[in-house]
């Protein structure tokens, strides 16, 4: 849907929309020249009015530079030429969360792959693992995960991400906290897990 903003804001925005889809990060200095402003710092007001209506946000690498969000470029009418990787919702790091599906933008820093997507950890039951609260799980989707190896996995509908250990007589998910204990199902229970994909490798924001 789009968003009415004032003509200024409009033409920087959809300046700054055309550098990401080229893959530039433009000054203020430039952005200010390409407008027709005197001083960067006019720019600046521009930016940050937009960053508080939530249409343009830091860069999760580079807090200095700004992207648009999901939200600026629908409120332009266009989408991203590079995408990302998709952020489909949370999972459990912890105590296992309901499993829902909802979109939540991308990582564009990531090159997207197919069957590829990211999770937001909720949690702390990962950290021996380097996994933190707030990280984000980038997950491929598969039916298995190997053998000791971390994955998304929901148990009667609820989500978790653990370490998966198969035994002749159980299915072991184990947590990377001594605080955690592992859950356990039984064999004959196996049919309630559901393997969402094996952990490709986690993403940090760095502030």
């Known amino acids: 849907m789009s968003t009415q903003l004032p003509p200024g ?47 343009l946000e830091a860069d999760r690498e580079k807090k200095r530079n700004v992207r648009l969000t999901e939200s600026g470029w629908d409120s332009i009418g266009r989408t991203p030429a590079k995408k990302g990787v998709p952020v489909i919702g949370a999972i459990a790091a912890g105590t296992p969360i309901l499993a829902t599906e909802s979109h939540a933008g991308y990582l564009r820093d990531i090159q997207p ?26 997950i491929q989707s598969e039916a298995t995960v190997g053998n000791n190896k971390i994955g998304a996995v929901i148990v009667d509908g609820e989500a978790t991400l653990k370490r998966v250990r198969y035994h002749n007589d159980r299915i072991e998910l ?7 204990q592992a859950l356990v199902i039984p064999k004959s229970k196996a049919a309630t897990v559901q393997i969402v994909g094996p952990l490709c490798f986690i993403y940090r924001a760095v502030d």
């Open 174 to 180: 184990i947590p990377q906290n001594p605080r955690y």
């Open 9 to 55: 804001q409009t033409k920087i925005l959809t300046y700054f929309a055309d550098a990401e889809d080229a893959g530039r990060q433009p000054s203020r200095a430039e952005v200010a020249e390409a407008m027709g402003y005197a001083f960067p710092s006019a720019v600046s007001k521009h930016v940050d009015a937009l960053v508080r209506k939530g249409l």
């Open 113 to 138: 792959a197919p069957g590829r997507f990211a999770l937001k950890v909720r949690g702390d039951s990962m950290i021996d693992a380097g996994i933190n609260d707030g990280d984000y799980a980038v």
